[in-house]
């Protein structure tokens, strides 16, 4: 039985070999961490997770199946922290989505750390359902599983939600992946453009207009509470702040009043706009509630004020001036009065935007001719330029506070501006795809 | 967790098991091979251990999964255990069969394992899942139509926030910018003649050859665009001297009302341009105003960088492009 035994070894050994590691599997399993990515500290190599294409109802193959694999698959790969494995030779070892995967096998022809599988099915109702489960292939066993129920024309938020809950369980960060973005389109030549407001989702999809193009419109904003935008219009024949519901479409000007208003932002509780008035000339920062309409002048000086944020807690606004001599940024009280300078470097800087976390301002910089994207501290320390180029302009935050969006314009008669986004941790500006010349992003609240 | 010498044993066996496996899987036209020994299941507490079943994780209580059956010495296993359950992956009791067998049973590609998909364990139909929400299509996504911007819903509200910036009277512009002190040779009264035949008009040492009142004659005779410096708002003497031209034209022709456009190149950010086109379209007006020319018949509004005359990226196109130029509103009341 012994030589039996040593001449099967032989002749099986040749043929399976790495497969001594897999007799462990006991100890190994015991001892193996719970998956997860750290990302806050130092170069993180991606995660490799591959993502099934997604099991249709009763065994029937659905088209939507690896479309909704490729969503899932191309969210996660945007955030540079997790690396798709190509899922041709894993699909077979997962027979069912009822089912565990076949791990070991998975081990075997992959390097796969993590896997996702799905259904397509429906509830007792007969509502559509989407159904996943997130695997930790090293420990085999389930991290997550969710099931989303609605409309089948849903079925990419569906995917959104699910790459959210996967980046989340494998971060320990929020994802941004069930959000849309509200810009400007641009078309035509540079002194003639023709501005349109148009909404999508983050990675371009679902777009649709929400002006005509009849007026010239200006720095959309999102609400962080809610699908509302507000921005600027010139149909008035001067710039005027509205507030415009993404849904129904309906819109109302916020204010008539005797001068410009621009540059406006919601506060993170949605129930305020901060805006700019210029009257004679000079522009300084206002508070309006929505509700009462009520409008509050936080700034009072021949200086221009312009481009406020809250704070996320609402206690504190950052804005432009140059009441310095040159644009700089400021922070003051929710409330107006005294302003602390918070940049300090040689250059301009302008649009502040406070991150949705906190704890950092984006900003546009202008020096030595060139403009860029950075962060800082709210205080101002930490400075930190993450673009430059010619012209980039203009950061809007993700939710999650780690990802900003921004235009970049080139140079030249035929310049013409594009959305890109950045992870504030680094790696390189990834393009935005929109259907032209696009600008002015605002990126919106995760839609739950 | 030291392995104890039965489960060292269980643990060589399975590797060899498993090897086998793997050969058989990668090809499955391969001849049968026989093997050593049937092995037992890794059962659990519950499993049955009775033969040579195995499956890839023993235990609990749950689904089976694809047991891959190894002959054995009793013949084919029943691969009754596995799945995952909620005890250990492996389990740690279970008898292994067939060691002693002596006859060796065949290499099967699968068992007979009667293991089933159970709709009750964790990896159940629904189960293990948690509910992740209603989603709704329908008010997110619309036929892509476009909105024409013509339903704006004024509010109708009288905004006082109980500043002196809301009050009528309009504060002059900061006078230092001015290096003069903004007189005009027509100050008090001189004669005015505006000549309806085409031979032209004056006022005060301006005289207007050809003046046919038209905004195209204003734009190409009289002067309706001044040039500014980068981040500057001071009117240049150039820029004062059309203004004055402006200004005596419009003394000799009430009917038209002006807007002053203030305008930046494009090395700004879009706020700041705005608010610096409507320092300098302001500056214009101040200027005008203090020539004499009634105010309500000046109105400033600013287009930032949004209106560029001059496309190219030089420095000479961004000069022509930071400019206040002065358009005719005939008659429109502000």
Known sequence: MMMMLSATRRMLGAACLGLAALVPLADARAQSQPLKLTLDRGVVEPLPISVLDFFGQGGVADPLGPQLAAVIEADLASTNVFRNVPDAAIAPMVPSFSAPPRFNDVRTLSNAAALVTGEIGSTPDGRFALRFRLWDVVAQQQIAGFQYTGDRAAWRRMAHRASDAIYERLTGEAGYFETRIVFVDERGPKNERVKRLAVMDYDGENLEYLTGGSSLVLTPRFSPRSQEVTYISYRDGLPRVYLLDIESRRQEILGRFPGMTFAPRFSPDGTRVLMSLSRAGNTDVYDMDLRTRQVTRLTSNSAIDTAPSYSPDGRRIVFESDRGGSQQLYVMSANGGDAKRISFDSGRYATPVWSPRGDLIAFTKMSGGRFGIGIMDPDGGGERILTDSFLDESPTWAPNGRRLMFFRETQGERGNPQLYSIDIRGGRETRVKTPGPASDPAWGPVMR | ?334
């Open chain 2, 1 to 334: 967790m030291r392995p104890t010498p039965l489960r060292s044993l269980a643990l060589v066996v399975a590797a060899a098991l498993v090897l086998s496996g793997c050969a058989s899987r990668k090809d499955p036209t391969a001849d049968s091979m026989t093997t050593a020994t049937g092995l037992g299941t890794f059962g659990a507490p519950s499993g049955a251990g009775t033969g040579a079943g195995i499956s890839d994780v023993g235990a609990g209580a749950g689904p089976a999964f694809d047991p891959v059956v190894v002959g054995g010495g009793a013949g084919v296993g029943t691969g009754t255990g596995s799945g995952f359950g909620s005890g250990d992956a492996y389990g740690t009791t279970g008898t292994l069969g067939g060691i002693d067998g002596s006859t060796l049973g065949t290499l099967g590609q699968n068992g007979t394992g009667t293991g089933t998909y159970a709709n009750q364990g964790s990896y159940g139909a629904n189960n293990g899942l948690v509910d992740g929400g209603i989603i709704s299509a329908a008010p997110q996504y619309t036929d892509g139509t476009v909105y024409t911007d013509s339903t704006v819903y004024s509010d109708g509200t009288v905004y006082d926030d109980g500043s002196s910036a809301f009050d009528s009277t309009i504060q002059p512009y900061d006078s230092t910018l001015f290096d003069d002190s903004g007189s005009v040779a027509n100050n008090g009264s001189q004669y005015t003649t505006f000549d309806n035949q085409g031979g032209g008009s004056a006022l005060g040492g301006y005289s207007f050859p050809g003046d046919n009142g038209q905004p195209s004659y204003f734009a190409t005779q009289v002067g309706s665009r001044i040039l500014f410096q980068t981040d500057s708002v001071i009117l240049s003497d150039g820029a004062r001297e059309t203004l004055r031209r402006q200004a005596a034209w419009l003394q000799l022709h009430p009917e038209h009302n002006v807007i002053l456009e203030g305008h930046a190149d494009e090395r700004g950010t879009r706020e700041y341009n705005l608010a610096l086109g409507a320092r300098r379209a302001d500056a214009a007006r101040a200027y005008m105003s203090s020539l004499g020319v009634v105010t309500s018949r000046l109105r400033t509004v600013s287009y930032g960088k949004e209106r560029p005359l001059s496309t190219g990226s030089d420095p000479s196109d961004w000069a022509k492009n930071r400019r206040v130029d002065t358009a005719l509103a005939n008659g429109a009341s502000f």
